[in-house]
């Protein structure tokens, strides 16, 4: 690293957890947002500013007005792409890190990153992306919320992946989205500064992970639970053949 790296990571460097060695595996990392709304937004911004060396935003959507009260890597960026909208702000907050913004959704692409955050509001991108994480085993960090509480966890590499978690999407009149139920600003922010939190420590082996656990907050009441998740063997996804 540069001085000028060692100056701007310094309080990273003095954790006893990441130290010099934590901050150059985040520095040769290579991390996949999908999704550069209220819950990419957030983790984006930190994953940039803790020194992930490569950061890759995928997102076809474009940035609407009501977009901005919560998805705060967007500066004003309304009808602009949201993955090259969040590509110019990251590319500003540090310039030592290299960002690539691909314009559009998350299909069925292979992954080749080293981890992966999905903050989408979309169920069959989540599933899409559980399944091209656990064919290349990179593990997942996931995280969804509406109104006043979000749940995140880690997921497959090992442990249980989303779809272990979550055998099937809910019925769509139990889950109504952001512009339909409405959405509390700061709750993306919570949800996402986890997210990325959880990804710095998996980079850098620091403390405990998420991994088979699903922490829920709940921002109006100020309550946050944690419960276990289990791999399960006849997981379409991840079950070991003899269920399959």
Known sequence: ?????????????LLREIGGTGQQRLKAAHVLVVGAGGLGAPALMYLAAAGVGHITVMDGDVVEASNLQRQIVHLDAVGQNKADSAARTLQSLNPHVTV??????????????????????????????NSACVAAGVPLIGAALTQWEGQIGLFGNGSACYACVFPRP???HLVPTCAEAGVAGPLPGILGAMMAMEAVKH??????????????HDALYAE??????????DCPVCGTP???
């Open 1 to 13: 690293m540069t001085p000028e790296e060692l100056q701007r990571y310094s309080r990273h460097i």
């Open 100 to 129: 690539t913004a691909i314009p559009h959704h998350f299909t069925d692409q292979a992954i080749t990153q080293d981890l992966v955050l999905d903050g989408t509001d979309s169920f069959a991108t989540r599933y899409a992306v």
């Open 170 to 172: 809910p019925a769509a």
């Open 203 to 216: 980079l850098t082996g620091a403390g405990q992970t998420l991994r088979n656990r699903l922490l829920i």
């Open 224 to 233: 946050t639970r944690t419960i276990t998740t289990r791999r399960r063997a």
């Open 242 to 244: 003899a269920h399959l």
